[in-house]
């Protein structure tokens, strides 16, 4: 028995070894063909682009609830283009937004509870606040942001829903 679990340990360890050596990247030359290559061709690497852009219209997955209580739903929600007024319904929201370094982008904050941490409370201070408590529709509304950000079930009911303020906006 003790063998026959030897050979298969053995087997699985020569394989594992096979596809480590099969799929690595690399060859072998001499110094002669690495000099030879290097001095008789001339390289020219145009930058690399970022292929982590965001590209327009971005659709994005997300969910939403219609009431206290009502069952979360998938919905899609489209962006023609990145949001440019966002409101953060939430202090940590807006701490969040501002390490992103979105602060030019905020035009409204509430729900203030706790110090703002340090690091980012010169930039905190920019932010218009909408509320110190949790905030209401109409200040939200008020502020016309492209996007809320926050707790999502501040304003679960079933005019509003929760993620739909483009939809609210529009009504």
């Not at 390289?43 to 009431?67: R, V």
């Not at 690091?119 to 209401?136: C, H, N, Q, R, T």
């Not at 950000?149 to 529009?170: C, H, K, P, Q, S």
Request: charged share 20%; hydrophobic share 40%.
């Amino acid at each position: 028995m003790k063998s026959t679990s030897r050979t298969i340990g053995f087997a699985a360890l020569s394989l594992l070894l096979l596809l480590l050596v099969a799929c690595t990247n690399t060859s072998i030359s001499s110094p002669a063909e690495e000099t030879t290559s290097t001095t008789n061709t001339t390289e020219t690497s145009a930058p690399a682009e970022n292929t982590n852009k965001t590209t327009y219209p971005l659709t994005i997955e997300n969910f939403t609830i219609s009431g206290e209580g009502g069952e979360w739903k998938p919905k899609v929600q489209v962006f023609d283009k990145a949001p440019e007024r966002v409101v953060a319904n939430t202090q940590s929201a807006a701490e969040m937004l501002i390490k992103l370094g979105l602060t030019d982008k905020m035009v409204g904050v509430a729900a203030l509870y706790g110090s703002v941490t340090p690091d980012v409370a010169d930039e905190f201070a920019k932010i218009p606040v909408l509320s110190k408590d949790y905030v209401g529709k109409e200040l939200v509304v008020g502020a016309s942001p492209d996007l809320v950000l926050g707790r999502g079930d501040l304003f679960a009911d079933a005019d509003w829903g929760v993620g739909t303020l483009v939809l609210y906006m529009m009504n």
